[in-house]
């Protein structure tokens, strides 16, 4: 593979990474999450090695407002955490 290619294929992933993390919803969490830098960093290797970027690429133009990302996502677990914490913390914040 070329260097060109290289950077091509890490911006499309990165592109990809961005749009799930917008479709979800989780912009404002993901900037406040201790450790941000690294836990993105791994997060980006996790979707850089991804098998599936053009299923995922599909799903991102098909779904409107998904609460959850597809099963096949290798940062799955990540986005659910962070969706479990913010449902809590909703949750939190409408009973007191």
């Known amino acids: 593979m070329r ?5 091509q294929r890490m911006t499309w992933r990165a592109d990809l990474m961005e749009a799930m993390i917008r479709k979800l919803g989780l912009s404002g969490q993901i900037r406040h999450l ?17 098998e599936q970027p053009d299923a995922c690429q ?30 809590a913390d909703t949750r939190v914040s409408s009973s007191s």
């Open 58 to 87: 599909e799903w991102l133009a098909r779904e409107n407002s998904p609460r959850h990302p597809p099963g096949y996502c290798r940062n799955r677990e990540f986005f659910e955490r962070i969706i479990a914490e913010t449902e």
């Open 34 to 50: 201790r450790d941000t830098a690294q836990v993105m960093g791994n997060a980006a290797h996790r979707c850089l090695n991804c």
């Open 3 to 7: 260097i060109p290619d290289i950077f």
